[in-house]
């Protein structure tokens, strides 16, 4: 008897998570879709909790509040972002090549989603945790950069060096990025011209 209701309520508990997570994933979902295609200010808990099929309430048990909601999108993003990109650089056969790749990946990735690349790179947020989170993220994914930066470099480069380079090679990317997003205009930017830019300026920091 014991057992059975014991295996009972494990199974019971199961479901219960099994709903939980596929709530949780439908809210994701419906908040991705809006954000992806309005922006942020296109993002509301009460249109998510419409979009998704469930009521705010259920929507405040899994994200206390839009900005967290938003955080956990762009991280996802970001993640997936960084495996692909990963993945194609490892297909280069050299660190010119593989630099490259980084730099049409970035370019891409700030066209198709302009307000996660905002948020991930461009805003900094008073909140923390978040702040923290978005640091370890990056910060993994750039130990990478940095070895391809190293190969890059003459050997016997001091490991302060590769990490100046790479600094202000960032610096250069994401300024460009920047310009290119909110004054493409101004400074007659294109994707292509952008593309062109940073990696002139970067071969001359590579070359120093």
């Known amino acids: 008897m014991c057992t059975a209701y014991t295996e009972f309520v494990m199974k019971k508990e199961s479901g ?102 905002s948020l991930i790179f461009l805003v900094r947020h008073a909140d923390p945790e978040v702040v923290a989170t978005r640091e370890q993220l990056g910060q993994q994914f750039l130990e990478g950069i940095a070895g391809i930066v190293r190969e890059a470099l003459p050997p016997g480069t001091p490991l302060t060096q590769v990490r100046t380079t790479l600094r202000r090679m960032m610096e250069v990317l994401h300024g460009t990025t920047a310009l290119w997003l909110a004054h493409p205009t101004a400074y007659k930017l294109t994707r292509q011209r952008a593309v062109e830019d940073v990696e002139a300026i970067w071969s001359l920091l590579l070359n120093q």
């Open 16 to 117: 219960q998570d099994h709903a939980t997570d596929s709530l949780k994933q439908k809210i994701v979902q419906a908040a991705s879709h809006l954000f992806t295609s309005g922006g942020y200010d296109a993002l509301s808990m009460r249109r998510v909790a419409q979009e998704a099929g469930c009521s705010q309430m259920a929507m405040y048990r899994h994200f206390e509040n839009k900005e967290a909601l938003v955080q956990h999108i762009c991280a996802d993003l970001y993640t997936k972002f960084a495996t692909r990109i990963n993945g194609e650089i490892a297909a280069e056969p050299d660190a010119t090549r593989k630099l490259r790749r980084f730099i049409a990946a970035v370019l891409q990735f700030a066209e198709q989603y302009p307000d996660h690349y």
